[in-house]
């Protein structure tokens, strides 16, 4: 529930949590949302359909379907042989054009002008999924990582870059807000803590759950 004088009122501003890690609240509006569900749907249903990846026998919580290039936990590859052989679909221009974007909205123009994410993971939390604490560390570049986040907001635990525990900071990513890591955090541990429900906005067309979008620049071959 929103208030006027809640702590949101306050906290939903663009924001550095550490160096090279950036929040920028609200950072696509609801049309632009909308379009990314709606494509969203497409891709879940395949070439290499939606799935839940496993690490070893667990499953987990988290559906995930890829573009560009094909991730399991664990590593990419050209082809999804843990779930039927085929390809996935390429990385389409408006998201290269929209990591552009969202490297730019933290300020570092440079970085932004080559960046060419080649790997998009795109997640599907459903009210019970989380994330552990991780680092991405799949990708031999530097290149930052960009995080889009759409429908149910949820609590996400942003870390350090020794380790799962604190010190961390744990804040509510919602509809239409980008999170970036790069430089010095690239490397940070993070996860998904819980998603929140009925906290998706309308008109959207995401009745329940989120959607997560990472785009990535791997450095791995073509
Ligand atoms: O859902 C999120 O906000 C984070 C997803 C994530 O960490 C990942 O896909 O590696
Ligand atoms: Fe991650």
């Given amino acids: 529930m929103t208030q ?39 891709w879940a249903d395949g070439p290499v359909p939606i799935r839940h990846p496993r690490v070893g026998a667990h499953e987990m919580s988290v559906r995930n379907v890829c573009l560009g290039r094909h991730w399991r936990p664990g590593g990419y590859s050209r082809v ?15 998201l290269v054009r929209l990591g552009r974007r969202a490297i730019a909205a ?32 799949d990708e031999p570049s530097g290149a930052p990582v960009v995080s889009i986040s759409i429908g149910d907001s949820c609590t996400f635990r942003f870390g350090n870059t020794a380790g799962r525990g604190r010190p961390y900071e744990d ?10 890591f790069g430089g010095p955090a690239r490397l940070a541990f993070h996860g998904v803590v819980r998603i929140h ?5 309308s008109g959207i067309g995401l009745a329940s759950g989120r959607i997560n979008l990472t785009l990535r620049s791997t450095g791995l071959a073509p």
Avoid at 11 to 22: F, H, I, S
Avoid at 36 to 41: D, E, G, L, P, T
Avoid at 171 to 180: E, K, M, N, Q, T
Avoid at 197 to 201: D, E, R, V
């Fill in 4 to 42: 006027l004088f809640g702590d949101d009122a306050f906290e939903r501003v663009p924001r550095v949590l550490a160096p090279g890690a950036t929040w920028v609240p609200d950072w696509l509006d609801v049309e632009q949302q909308a379009w990314i569900v709606r494509r969203f749907a497409e």
């Fill in 80 to 94: 999804a042989d843990d779930v039927n052989g085929r390809a996935v679909l390429p990385v389409p221009d408006w």
């Fill in 106 to 137: 933290t300020g570092d123009a440079e970085t932004a002008a080559s960046y060419t994410p080649d790997a998009v993971l795109a997640n599907y939390y459903d009210l019970d999924a989380h994330m552990g604490m991780h680092q991405d560390r």
């Fill in 171 to 180: 804040i509510r990513l919602a509809s239409g807000d980008l999170f970036v």
């Fill in 197 to 201: 429900p009925g906290t998706a906005p």
